[in-house]
């Protein structure tokens, strides 16, 4: 790449490896963490919305149902 680039080798510099397993583990760690964070509150609601219209669906049937007799 020096020599692309017109310019000495530098000497007893090792080549920065920047972009490693580890590095990339923890940037993928962190972006999974700030997606859920995001994401976990929506889907709270989301369940209690479900569990809530659940629950009175299921009283409305059985009023119904005790109502026939």
């Known amino acids: 790449m020096c020599a692309f680039l017109g ?21 993928q ?14 889907l709270g609601v989301a369940v209690a919305s479900g569990a809530a219209g659940l629950i009175f669906g299921l009283s409305r049937r059985r009023e119904r149902q005790s109502a026939r007799g």
């Not at 310019?7 to 580890?22: C, L």
């Not at 972006?31 to 859920?36: F, G, K, N």
Request: hydrophobic fraction near 35%; aromatic fraction near 8%.
């Open 29 to 42: 760690r962190d972006q999974y963490r700030h997606i859920a964070r995001k994401l976990l509150p929506v």
């Open 7 to 27: 310019v000495p080798v530098p000497a007893g510099e090792p080549f920065p490896h920047v972009n490693d397993s580890a590095d990339f583990s923890r940037r």
